[in-house]
């Protein structure tokens, strides 16, 4: 998947995979509030976790993760972070392009994700590529508190 970036592969998106577990763990700490337990990437590798997760990789290096499910005619992103030194390289948007395809070619009619309105950042990447507000989930976060902006893009229209 070749991306505006000044490395012509970069990100490349692929599986995760064992040898990235501490990476991206360190990742996950490091970008969020309440992050999720290092059981959770485990269990991915297990496939005993009923997620796909994926990671961007640039020179060898992991840039980014993301994590989805998908369910019939549907699919939900349910974690996504770039290292601070690959932020504004447009790694996020490489790995939901990458998402994108594989939920289309799924037939997922809708895309969710949760996201927290004080993370405005993410919140404008996402409008951008297509997603909007569906509802809100009142205190779904837990450190700190707050609630949670429902977001949905429409992959497939009737």
Same mark, same amino acid.
């Given at each position: 998947?070749?991306?505006?970036?000044?490395?012509?592969?970069?990100?490349?998106?692929?599986?995760?995979?064992?040898?990235?577990?501490? !990476?991206?763990?360190?990742?996950?700490?490091?970008?969020?509030?309440?992050?999720?337990?290092?059981?959770?990437?485990?269990?991915?590798?297990?496939?005993?976790?009923?997620?796909?997760?994926?990671?961007?990789?640039?020179?060898?290096?992991?840039?980014?993760?993301?994590?989805?499910?998908?369910?019939?005619?549907?699919?939900?992103? !349910?974690?996504?972070?770039?290292?601070?030194?690959?932020?504004?390289?447009?790694?996020?948007?490489?790995?939901?392009?990458?998402?994108? !395809?594989?939920?289309?070619?799924?037939?997922?009619?809708?895309?969710?994700?949760?996201?927290?309105?004080?993370?405005?950042?993410?919140?404008?990447?996402?409008?951008?590529?297509?997603?909007?507000?569906?509802?809100?989930? !009142?205190?779904?976060?837990?450190?700190?508190?707050?609630?949670?902006?429902?977001?949905?893009?429409?992959?497939?229209?009737?």
């Amino acid at each position: 998947m070749k991306e505006s970036n000044d490395q012509p592969n970069c990100p490349r998106i692929r599986p995760f995979q064992k040898k990235d577990l501490e !990476t991206v763990y360190k990742m996950e700490k490091a970008s969020f509030s309440d992050p999720w337990p290092r059981e959770a990437f485990l269990e991915g590798l297990d496939g005993s976790f009923e997620h796909y997760f994926i990671v961007a990789e640039c020179d060898g290096r992991i840039a980014g993760y993301a994590a989805y499910y998908v369910d019939i005619g549907e699919a939900r992103l !349910t974690n996504i972070a770039v290292d601070k030194a690959f932020r504004r390289k447009s790694i996020a948007k490489s790995l939901l392009n990458h998402i994108f !395809t594989v939920v289309k070619n799924a037939s997922c009619r809708h895309l969710f994700l949760d996201v927290r309105p004080s993370n405005k950042a993410a919140i404008d990447l996402y409008v951008k590529l297509g997603f909007s507000q569906a509802y809100v989930r !009142t205190l779904y976060y837990e450190s700190p508190p707050e609630d949670a902006l429902v977001m949905v893009k429409e992959i497939l229209q009737d």
